[in-house]
Nanobody
Framework: QVQLVESGGGLVQAGGSLRLSCTVS????????MGWFRQAPGKEREFVAA????????YYSDSVEGRFTISRNHAESTVTLEMASLQPEDTAVYYC??????????????????WGQGAQVTVSS
């Protein structure tokens, strides 16, 4: 079992920045591929970013590439998503996710077997 708890998020004006954190417990953090997904109102959940177990490799969706940064801290068992130049279209519930078995970076939801409860990010125009 893996437990994921998101924190951060909130309300920000367009052009602003926010940070999301995900604290992981219950399994060796260093073995997990970690990802962030988001779901906007009325839309399907979509991939945002992923980081490899070592932290050496990252992968971003085209919509956030260059604006968002994913990183991990093994000492604290946390994954962080730094979001900059936020736009109203970034408004969504953001979910932290863990892949406990594949060891590869992926944008596919099916790869991730544990999910957090979600954190709201709202960007006003």
């Amino acid at each position: 079992q893996v437990q994921l708890v998101e924190s951060g998020g909130g309300l920000v004006q367009a052009g602003g920045s926010l940070r999301l954190s995900c604290t992981v417990s219950g399994r060796a953090f260093r073995s997990l591929t970690m990802g962030w997904f988001r779901q906007a109102p009325g839309k399907e959940r979509e991939f945002v970013a992923a980081v490899s177990p070592s932290g050496a490799s990252t992968y971003y969706s085209d919509s956030v590439e260059g604006r968002f940064t994913i990183s991990r801290n093994h000492a604290e068992s946390t994954v962080t998503l730094e979001m900059a130049s936020l736009q109203p279209e970034d408004t969504a519930v953001y979910y932290c996710a863990a892949d406990t078995y594949s060891g590869v970076l992926s944008a596919r939801e099916a790869r991730y077997d544990y999910w957090g409860q979600g954190a709201q990010v709202t960007v006003s125009s």
